[in-house]
């Protein structure tokens, strides 16, 4: 499956603009961009769990927990 033709035209032809300026890169900048990627991608993953946790109602006291099986 092609990751790229799942997406809606508007970010195939972003990640289309990405790639040419990508490209265009020296290793270190391009390494540099990977770093920030990355860390990009985490921080996305942390919030988007904090935010599942808390439509959720999973508190740290575990009290949310039980509430949200009721």
């Given amino acids: 499956m092609n990751i790229r033709e799942q ?3 508007e970010q ?10 990508v490209q265009n890169l ?8 990977l770093v920030q990627l990355r860390e990009a ?11 599942l946790k808390e439509a959720w109602g999973l ?3 575990g009290d949310g927990a039980l509430e949200a099986l009721k």
Avoid: H, K, W
């Fill in 41 to 51: 991608m985490m921080y996305q993953a942390v919030t988007f769990r904090g935010i």
């Fill in 12 to 21: 195939q032809f972003e990640l289309q603009v990405f790639e040419t300026q």
């Fill in 26 to 33: 020296s290793q270190s900048d391009a390494t540099a961009l």
């Fill in 59 to 61: 508190g740290n006291d």
């Fill in 7 to 9: 997406l809606p035209l």
